[in-house]
């Protein structure tokens, strides 16, 4: 049986969650830009075949950067509601401060995903 006191989220538990997701989003994304310089130059968009077989050739890498987005997201959402709680916890008063760097995040991740078109 897990007593109360170990299965509550405090303070101390919610300040190294939110620095630890910091720090693993930051190594996702720096893990996934040289991705982006791997591999042949894009031939151009009008000869369909070549394209094909680019992004044949392509598929791993670019699996790999998915995933990896994906991990930077979930890491920028946990970081980010972590972040907004101890800046509330810390100073009440700047609240607005908290939901402003909390609504920035979000906008962020939403822009993206939806430049992307996912």
């Given at each position: 049986?897990?007593?109360?006191?170990?299965?509550?989220?405090?303070?101390?538990?919610?300040?190294?969650?939110?620095?630890?997701?910091?720090?693993?989003?930051?190594?996702?994304?720096?893990?996934?830009?040289?991705?982006?310089?791997?591999?042949?130059?894009?031939?151009?968009?009008?000869?369909?075949?070549?394209?094909?077989?680019?992004?044949?050739?392509?598929?791993?890498?670019?699996?790999?950067?998915?995933?990896?987005?994906?991990?930077?997201?979930?890491?920028?959402?946990?970081?980010?509601?972590?972040?907004?709680?101890?800046?509330?916890?810390?100073?009440s008063d700047y609240e607005?401060?908290?939901?402003?760097?909390?609504?920035?995040?979000?906008?962020?991740?939403?822009?993206?995903?939806?430049?992307?078109?996912?």
């Amino acid at each position: 049986m897990i007593r109360r006191k170990e299965a509550l989220m405090n303070d101390v538990k919610v300040w190294h969650w939110t620095g630890w997701f910091g720090l693993v989003g930051v190594v996702l994304f720096l893990c996934e830009i040289p991705l982006y310089l791997v591999g042949v130059p894009v031939p151009p968009i009008n000869d369909a075949a070549a394209h094909s077989q680019h992004l044949a050739n392509i598929r791993v890498v670019a699996l790999t950067r998915v995933l990896l987005n994906m991990g930077f997201y979930v890491c920028l959402m946990v970081f980010t509601a972590g972040f907004r709680h101890l800046i509330r916890r810390t100073r009440s008063d700047y609240e607005w401060l908290a939901t402003l760097v909390f609504g920035a995040g979000r906008g962020w991740y939403a822009s993206i995903d939806r430049a992307r078109g996912a």
